[in-house]
């Protein structure tokens, strides 16, 4: 668990798994209501250790309050149902895609349509193919 005061809310909204166990993903909730993704990795020990945060961008947007992680553990999305990219709520889901040396880097960022859609709130999924998002 990272050594933080937010290591407190650490899975408090959600968490996902790869397919193979190797990678945790897990929101949680800041105490400065900037709300924050932790990345694990499982080492040959079998412990989880902390490899990267990811930070939403806007205070209060909960970030991280739905995620999902592709089978592979390469694609995550994370939605921000709170953000307000037009000063509305309409939300947002940002997609990460993992590198080679195993880092998440920010690929896209989706925007909800509508004042106050607030999209995301009521889960993240991904569906995927080597050819495929959907």
């Known amino acids: 668990m990272p050594d933080t005061p937010l290591g407190q809310y650490l899975g408090q909204t959600q968490i996902a798994v790869s397919a193979d166990g190797l ?3 897990a929101g949680g909730e800041g105490g400065s209501a900037l709300n924050i993704v932790y990345v ?3 080492n040959p020990t079998n412990e989880f250790t ?3 945060r990811l930070e939403g961008k806007e205070r209060g ?3 991280g309050n739905t995620l999902d992680l592709s089978r592979s553990g390469n694609l995550l999305a994370v939605a921000a149902p ?3 990219p037009r000063l509305m ?3 947002s889901i940002y997609l990460y895609v993992r590198n080679e040396t195993n880092k998440y880097n920010h690929y896209s960022k989706f925007d909800g349509a ?3 859609e607030y999209l995301g709130m009521g889960g993240t999924m991904i569906n995927s193919t080597e050819s495929m998002l959907a």
């Open 89 to 91: 709520k309409e939300g």
């Open 23 to 25: 990678i945790l993903i």
């Open 114 to 116: 509508c004042s106050f």
């Open 40 to 42: 694990f990795s499982r």
């Open 61 to 63: 947007d909960q970030f």
């Open 50 to 52: 902390l490899e990267q």
């Open 82 to 84: 709170y953000a307000s």
